[in-house]
């Protein structure tokens, strides 16, 4: 039994009902839904018009994806750390 039991959950989903009513919680998420649309619309126009040209070499996505890049570097042991207090 956790803090937030489904009993819990009821009584607060209940006193939201009497406070609110069904008519307002019905405008209300009916406005969260129009929110978010808009919001996924925005982003994907947005997307659209950032995105970058994609290149015609011919490769698929996934061959870029997969290719391996290695990094040359030589690495050296520091006997003393140097301090600057």
């Not at 129009?34 to 950032?50: D, Q």
């Not at 994806?65 to 570097?73: A, F, H, R, V, Y």
């Amino acid at each position: 039994m956790g803090i937030f039991d489904w009993k819990h959950w009821l009584i607060i989903l209940i006193v939201v009902v009497l406070v609110f009513g069904t008519k307002r919680l019905k405008t209300l998420g009916s406005d969260i839904g129009e929110a978010i649309k808009g919001f996924r619309k925005a982003v994907n126009t947005e997307e659209g018009e950032n995105r970058p040209a994609e290149p015609q070499t011919g490769t698929s996505a996934g061959e870029a994806l997969n290719k391996t890049q290695t990094i040359e570097g030589q690495a050296h042991k520091v006997d003393t750390p140097v301090r600057k207090d």
